[in-house]
């Protein structure tokens, strides 16, 4: 008896040791002169990182990414808990107001551009059933949206944007990140750099944050994927929230065109990014400041190239260059090394599909300088295939890096994109491919298929004709021929408002006519049980 | 004439004396009492642990803000101003929300499982039940927030219209408009309680159903033997027993409903006023806030979120010290007989 | 044998000696009733909840469609029933005392109540798979991890293997580790008893409240910071232990309390000691309710994230070893997928949270199997 009873667990143990043996042989180990890398940060380049661990397996590297956010993996990096970090902002240092620290004491990093990307912003407005797309907005008016200084769509500093276009009368609710995010950083440091007047009305301190404050109408989502299911969503009508690039393009939503120094209203794509960033400045000035080594895009705001698309930026890994460092040894530096060659270099090309943008050549050799600071640090390390010149990263020729290969490649914008001139409707985008070709798609907002080599050059929808002239009785819009996209004409509907349904009246009359329905239905039985005897019970 | 012979033991002269009893545990009893006492200590200083982990926290927080923490609702540390009453307050919101939805729908599962389900299907339907707790609750937030919130936000527009003078059931907007703002119940403590308490009720549901499964079958049959109906044993047998099982089912289900994170992290558009509407967007909870706070937080903001979280862990030791007494006195709290 | 009417008895000397017996008819047979009735819902009553029903249902299209602006498919639903039960009563209480109408209305709320819980519960199953159908049907979703495999790859790459592996690892150690010290304490809080004991429970059930980013916070800072410990799955075991043990130690001891204290008394009357008696006699009658404090441990340490989240990382490769190297769990691999925005990614996020729910089915079903009442085995 005392035997059988521990008969079957033991089994069931005997069984799953068993398991964890055969599988503990099929788990694989890294090649001998490579180690495990561990690092955590940015959910905002997480993406691109964890599409690069996917390329580095075959050539041996593995590495781990947790995406816990960049003030996250700023601490893990000082506490030595990971071997990189990654960040959108570099570290604040001490906060003059609170006195918190936010710094790497002991452990000693520099700062290695990782990848580009453009702040996007995405809506959703309906008018006429219909989703409009190719709405413009310049960087004032974006300002005065997410400072709750400009309430309606119908406002005319957006009209005028749009030249002249209608919206409807709808009220605006900015969705923000209401978790700490690198993206909100990237926000407010553009507004704070661009529009301080503006901003300071709402966070009034200056300078950037990286928890968005609350203000009249705004919502605030946790994560990107939650901003983009707010808007999204039915309940969704009349938002407007900033978020990666990816996330629009996934869900197929339209994407805000925003006015540059040139004057033309562009989109985040990947070249349009990637050319504004031909501006940006590693702060090379004081090695012992904070900012040192850091990014300064001023002059990436106002980059007069009409392809600029202005809220361009970039994310950090902070890499660790100290020659005593308890976390790493030769095998991982050289790990990091190769896989950080691989990530400026041939990774840049998955940049695009992505969402991102590929990072020029001035970004490319400032992070091979960096790369440069390990081999200082540990002699064993190679660095041989850190080189511009063997590098196959889409923005430039390997070759030949006297030529601007950017600027020969990346397209014009369209003239009808001018400020006073279109708006375009309907147009064809521009999308990198991976192997660095730009292709035009269909109407935007659509994902492009350009993940597979020799992407497909769908034709570019035409603008939509100003319709004929049946008129819509309830809205009283005018009916268009619909594009391929379903993007509305040109003449815009005529808002109109529908008087709210009186609360006393209809719904009282109709509510005394359903409590006598129900009335004559139940009072002739409740009657009945209580008058009648007492009877003999039925069986 | 008898005579009754009394055998007396020799030593027996003694007057009438109680006998010392000892009534403290000797030999494999006492063993088993510090034994088992030693696992209970030890289980009490893992927990109180992390009671002292968060005490620590509190106390640079709350000597450098003062008592202002608690009565201050604006979070916002980079200007100096900490506060939890909000935060709290909105903590109770979802909590009461959910266990109102969730405490009927429990009772009415625990009862229907034990006592009106057909023989065959009780074991799956308690499987299902099981299921719906493991399920995880980033799953719940996202069903929540895509398939949940439209129908709630419906349900809390009727709510406003037909009882809306209550003041806990307004909203700043028009209910009545042909095109209603529907965004407004959104991201709400109503949506959120009731996403919670789909997490919180297969709990308490559980624990209820193991305690009414234990009901004195002598007494079910005699219920029945006097002519009463399966209510009427419900009522009169099943209930005043298990009434011990309801409440710690309850507490069980409370205690997860204050301290769910991720569920009520993804639904919610966070606000710090005091909000004591739970039908209009914008509120939060402790979790909450921690959890969408602390990556972005030095050491100073973590401390005081965690503060928060000391905090929420004194009131629901108050809250269950309340209950606790109550249920000691009931049946099936304090042991029962065959 | 002489008849004699009792009523005027003859004189007394006439009948001395003898006994005189009033002459009774035989039993008359019982007049016909039909058959007994024996079951207790009658064909009347059968047709009185199907004609409330019907009723309920049209009042409530009337009502919902025709008269007030209810005409959503909730409105209409929770109109029919509510009219359902005011019908019900009304019909019932025409033909039954009052007991019956009690226990109709009673059972009708009741199973409304569980009806709506199975919707809710349905359509949380049908949202996991119908988002997971595109992903499941790859065998290599089960046989392979993420090693090599990028977000934008097919679903025929790639699969939950390094997941499934670590949360099973993870959730083992933390039951070992857990299931010993709540017992343990539900144990000392129901037999022994007095002021310590309650202590322990007030401060257990406290903790029940503990939100899960403290917990992985608490395992953050003690293991990692302070021990030096590195990102493990024994760290993340640690952190969901922390998490799992107050709840099955709470629900341990509600279950301990309601086993019959004649049981104990029985044993120890016997001449069992203490111990004895908890583990041949309390223990194996709380079997069933103990299996189900351990399901309900495991059905809140499985399906957290945040804790596991911050004390390990999200690997793509398979790694059994808990000790010194960061693994992936079900939890954090739906976590981060399905948050990440790329649809595939998605897809193989809920295609994970639909295997959670059949690993966990399994671990359920197996442990009320090994834990049902004595008198099956």
Request: charged fraction near 15%; aromatic fraction near 8%.
């Amino acid at each position: 008896m005392t035997v059988r009873i521990w008969q079957w667990p033991t089994r069931v143990v005997l069984l799953l040791a068993m398991g964890l043996a055969v599988l503990t042989l099929q788990a694989t180990n890294a090649r001998a002169d490579y180690a495990l890398l561990e690092g955590d940060g940015s959910t905002w380049s997480q993406g691109i990182v964890n599409q690069w661990i996917a390329d580095a397996k075959p050539m041996g590297m593995q590495v781990v990414y947790s995406g816990i956010g960049s003030s996250g993996g700023r601490k893990s990096f000082a506490n030595f808990q990971d071997d990189f970090a990654i960040s959108e902002i570099p570290y604040q240092g001490v906060d003059p107001i609170t006195k918190e620290e936010d710094a790497s004491n002991i452990r000693q990093y520099a700062y290695l551009p990782i990848v580009a990307g453009g702040t996007s912003f995405t809506y959703h407005v309906t008018q006429a059933g219909a989703l409009m797309r190719d709405v413009r907005l310049s960087g004032e008016t974006i300002a005065k949206i997410f400072t709750g200084q400009i309430t309606n769509w119908n406002d005319p500093a957006i009209a005028a944007d749009n030249n002249g276009r209608t919206f409807p009368d709808l009220t605006i609710r900015p969705v923000y990140r209401s978790d700490g995010s690198g993206t909100t950083a990237q926000f407010t440091t553009w507004l704070d750099k661009q529009y301080p007047a503006i901003w300071r009305t709402l966070w009034s301190q200056g300078g950037l944050t990286s928890n968005y404050p609350s203000f009249g109408k705004a919502i605030g989502a946790n994560g990107s994927d939650q901003v983009m299911n707010t808007i999204a969503a039915d309940s969704g009508n009349g938002t407007i929230g900033y978020v990666e690039y990816s996330y629009a393009l996934n869900k197929g939503y339209p994407v805000v065109k925003v006015l540059n120094a040139a004057g033309y209203y562009v989109e985040p794509t990947a070249y349009n990014v990637a050319v504004a960033l031909t501006k940006a400045r590693i702060d090379m000035q004081d090695p012992s400041s904070l900012s040192y080594l850091t990014q300064i895009l001023d002059d990436v705001y106002t980059n007069p190239d009409p392809r600029t698309y202005p809220l361009s930026s970039y994310s950090y890994m902070i890499l660790p260059v100290g020659s005593v460092d308890r976390r790493m040894t030769t095998a991982k530096r050289q790990t990091l090394v190769d896989f950080m060659t691989y990530g400026l270099c041939t990774g840049q090309g998955q940049a695009g599909p992505y969402g991102y943008s590929p990072l020029p050549l001035n970004l490319v050799q400032a992070g091979m300088t960096q790369l440069a600071k390990i081999k200082a640090a540990d002699p064993a390390v190679s660095i041989d295939n850190v080189d511009p010149t063997k590098c196959g990263n889409p923005t430039f020729v390997a070759g030949d890096l006297t030529r601007n290969h950017l600027a020969e490649i990346a397209p014009q914008p369209a003239d009808c994109d001018k400020q006073g001139a279109g708006p375009c409707l309907g147009g064809a985008t521009v999308v990198v491919g991976a192997d660095g070709k730009p292709t035009t798609s269909g109407a935007p907002g659509q994902q492009a298929g350009a993940s597979k080599p020799g992407a497909s050059a769908g034709a570019s929808a035409a603008a939509a004709a100003a319709g004929g002239g049946q008129i819509d009785p309830e809205t009283g819009q005018v009916l268009g021929s619909g594009s391929a996209d379903g993007s509305t004409t040109a003449s815009g509907p005529v808002a109109t408002t529908i008087a709210a349904r009186p609360a006393v009246g209809t719904t009282l009359f109709a509510g005394l006519t359903a409590l006598e329905l129900v009335g004559l239905m139940v009072v002739p039985g409740v009657l009945y049980a209580r008058t009648r005897r007492p009877e003999e019970d039925v069986q | 004439m008898t005579s009754t012979y009394v055998p007396t033991r020799p030593a027996d002269r003694l007057p009438d004396e109680p006998r010392p009893v000892n009534r403290a545990a000797t030999g494999g009893d006492r063993a088993f009492v510090l034994g088992s006492g030693a696992i209970g200590a030890s289980v009490l200083v893992i927990t109180s642990g992390i009671g002292l982990f968060l005490a620590l926290q509190a106390v640079p927080t709350i000597a450098r803000y003062g008592p202002t923490f608690f009565t201050q609702n604006e979070w916002a540390p980079d200007e100096g101003k900490v506060g939890i009453a909000g935060v709290l307050l909105g903590t109770f919101t979802v909590a009461v929300v959910a266990m109102a939805f969730a405490f009927p729908l429990a009772l009415a599962t625990a009862l229907f499982i034990s006592e009106y389900a057909p023989v065959r299907l009780k074991s799956f339907l308690v499987s299902m039940v099981d299921l719906m707790a493991a399920v995880p609750s980033i799953i719940y937030g996202l069903w929540g927030f895509l398939l949940l919130q439209p129908q709630a936000s419906r349900l809390a527009r009727w709510l406003h219209q037909y009882l809306g003078w209550l003041p806990f059931f307004h909203v700043d907007t028009d209910p009545n408009a042909a095109q209603w703002d529907q965004t407004e119940y959104t991201a709400s403590a109503f949506v959120a309680g009731i996403a919670v308490a789909m997490m919180v009720l297969p709990m308490a549901s559980s624990v209820m159903r193991e305690v009414f499964s234990q009901a004195p079958a002598g007494e079910r049959e005699g219920a029945l033997a006097l002519g009463s109906t399966r209510w009427g044993v419900i009522r009169s047998v099943v209930l005043p027993f298990g009434k011990g099982g309801i409440i710690g089912g309850t507490m069980l289900g409370l205690g997860r409903a204050l301290g769910e994170t991720i569920a009520v992290l993804l639904i919610i558009s966070p606000s710090f006023d005091l909000k004591f509407r739970p039908l209009e967007i914008g509120t939060n909870t402790v979790s909450a806030l921690i959890a969408g706070r602390f990556g972005e937080a030095s050491p100073g903001q973590l401390r005081a979120l965690l503060t928060a979280g000391f905090v929420l862990f004194l009131i629901t030791l108050v809250i269950n010290t309340l209950a606790a007494m109550v249920v000691a006195r009931s049946r099936s709290g304090a042991g029962t007989d065959l | 044998m002489t008849t004699v009417d009792l009523d005027r008895p003859p004189a007394e000397d006439a009948t001395a000696g003898r006994t005189y017996v009033r002459h009774v008819d035989g039993p008359r047979p019982a007049p016909s009733r039909g058959r007994r009735q024996l079951s207790a819902v009658t064909a009347s009553e059968r047709a009185i909840g199907v004609g409330s029903g019907f009723a309920a249902l049209a009042l409530a299209w009337l009502l919902c469609f025709q008269l007030l602006p209810w005409g959503s498919p909730l409105g209409f639903v929770v109109v029919a029933f509510v009219l359902y039960l005011a019908i019900v009563t009304v019909t019932t209480s025409v033909v039954s005392p009052g007991p019956a109408v009690a226990d109709r209305v009673a059972a009708a709320a009741i199973t409304g109540g569980a009806a709506v819980v199975a919707i809710g519960l349905v359509s949380t199953i049908v949202f996991i798979f119908v988002r997971a159908a595109p992903a499941l049907p790859h065998l290599s979703m089960y046989t392979h991890d993420m090693a090599g495999v990028g977000p934008r790859d097919p679903l025929t790459q790639g699969g939950l293997l390094h997941a499934i592996v670590g949360s099973v690892i993870q959730v083992g150690i933390a039951i070992v580790v857990t299931v010993p010290l709540a017992l343990g304490a539900a144990v000392y809080m129901t037999e022994v008893g007095g002021r310590f004991a309650r202590v322990i429970r007030t401060v257990v059930e406290a903790m029940t409240a503990l939100p899960s980013i403290v917990a992985g916070l608490f395992i953050y800072t003690v293991l990692l910071l302070q021990l030096g410990m590195s990102k493990s799955g024994f760290a993340a075991a640690m952190a969901l232990s922390v998490m799992m043990l107050p709840i099955i130690a709470r629900a341990a001891d509600v279950v301990l309390r309601v086993v019959p204290s004649g049981l104990r008394e029985a044993s120890l009357a016997l001449g069992a000691s203490r111990w004895r008696t908890v583990w041949h006699v309390v223990l194996p009658t709380a079997r069933p309710g103990l299996a189900t404090a351990l399901i309900l441990g495991v059905a809140r340490g499985v399906g957290e994230t945040s804790p596991v989240l911050l004390t390990s990382g999200a690997s793509t490769f398979l790694v059994t070893n808990p000790f010194g190297q960061q693994m992936n769990s079900l939890p954090l691999f739906v976590f981060s997928t399905v948050r990440s925005g790329e649809p595939l990614f998605i897809q193989r996020g809920f295609a994970a949270a639909a295997v959670l729910l059949a690993l966990v089915l399994v671990l359920f079903a197996l442990a009320r199997f090994l834990a049902r009442p004595r008198g099956r085995r």
